[in-house]
């Protein structure tokens, strides 16, 4: 998972965050827009003009991609995957799904919305672009402004059909495979190793551009850096999802009581805090227990709800004036499956959840339960 950079707003119910390294990439694409590019297309205009419009620009760029991430959550939410979050970071955006694609179908809208959203914006500032330049419009600078986010999202578009996975048009490719083998592992293992062909050929591409411009040519032109950068990171990518697949898949019959704990502890709710700090955190190897009153599950006490009552007040104050009430979004069934398990620890971020059945605590499932239990099936190939 990805750390956490800062939130910035909501919109259709999705969360909208921005990671740390993008503010890099966002420098970096203002000091390639100021520098180079408007300067280079535009000898007239002075260094000022160019800033402004380098800033400008950067901030309808970064829109633009945002715009094409939305596009994909607002079709996935339509379409029954939730999605609550987008992170936007170094290469554009990811989705933060609370569940993964359900069908063929599913998958297949979900990763065209992206490139015709940004198919739409390219249109969009196209037409402004077109109308400004016959008319003879006279101030330059907003016709390279529209000109230049017109191509930009037309390359974004045409960028993300590649068909290598996890690009959209790998996701397209895969849903199809899908759809007409019923199979989303090997249609997954196919789309991600030509992912991984086509990060490898960017980075080969880039090498042999850098190479003839600088040395050949004699020139000091590095653009050929960004694919070798992109393309890395997508093979990187492409790798990691068929991985991620090869898991999901192995644990797509693994249900929660298959890895719950089922021998636990619990406390009374009458317990005093000196004792329950006494005979269960200093005994057991947990930092919170689950609080039961007549054999019903009423909340949860950690060492973070103990350590903010005083210490003199230990002795007197009982467990159940310093429990967390429980939560639905803390309780699973036994019969769920183990995928559906991480995807809801993700979208509360906890480690653990209760398991309940019929009203009663019968276990307790932890994410490192179910990666030793992934580990352990694959040690012994079962
Ligand atoms: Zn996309």
Do not use: C
């Amino acid at each position: 998972m990805l750390k956490r950079g800062i939130k910035l707003f909501k919109i259709f119910g999705i969360e909208v965050g921005l990671n740390w390294s993008w503010f890099l990439i966002f420098i970096l694409v203002i000091i390639s827009l100021s520098t180079e590019y408007f300067p280079t297309l535009y000898p007239q205009f002075n260094t000022i003009t160019n800033i402004i419009l380098g800033v400008i620009t950067a901030i309808f760029f970064f829109t633009s991609i945002l715009i094409h991430e939305l596009s994909h959550s607002v079709v996935a939410n339509m379409t029954g995957v939730s999605i609550k979050r987008i992170d936007l970071f170094i290469f554009g955006g990811v989705a933060q799904m609370s569940s993964p694609p359900k069908t063929a179908v599913q998958e297949f809208l979900m990763a065209i919305a992206g490139p015709f959203a940004s198919f739409i914006l390219s249109f969009f500032f196209g037409i402004f672009w077109l109308g400004f330049k016959v008319t003879d419009f006279s101030i330059l600078p907003i016709i390279a402004f529209f000109g230049y986010l017109s191509l930009i999202n037309m390359i974004l578009g045409l960028f993300n059909l590649l068909p290598g996975f996890p690009l959209d048009g790998g996701r397209i490719l895969r849903s199809i495979l899908w759809y007409f083998t019923d199979d989303i592992l090997s249609s997954t293992r196919i789309a991600s190793i030509l992912g991984q062909i086509l990060g490898y050929g960017m980075v080969t591409f880039g090498s042999i551009s850098i190479f003839l411009s600088v040395f050949i040519y004699q020139l000091r032109n590095f653009s050929g850096l960004w694919p070798i950068v992109l393309g890395w990171f997508l093979q990187n990518l492409a790798k990691g999802s068929y991985q991620q697949e090869v898991i999901r898949s192995s644990l797509a019959t693994v249900l929660v009581k298959d890895v719950m704990r089922k021998q636990f502890q619990t406390i009374d709710p009458d317990t005093t805090l000196d004792n329950l700090i006494r005979n269960w955190f200093m005994v057991y190897d947990y930092r919170i227990f689950p609080v039961l009153e007549n054999e019903k599950i009423i909340g949860t006490i950690s060492t973070e709800d103990v350590k903010i009552i005083p210490k003199d007040r230990r002795l007197t104050t009982k467990v159940m004036e310093a429990l967390k009430p429980i939560k639905e979004s803390q309780i699973i069934n036994s019969e769920s499956n183990v995928i559906d398990t991480l995807y809801k620890m993700n979208e509360i971020q906890s480690n653990y959840l209760l398991v309940v059945a019929q009203d009663k605590l019968v276990g307790i499932v932890h994410r490192n339960d179910i990666s030793r239990y992934v580990k352990l099936k694959r040690d012994f190939k079962i």
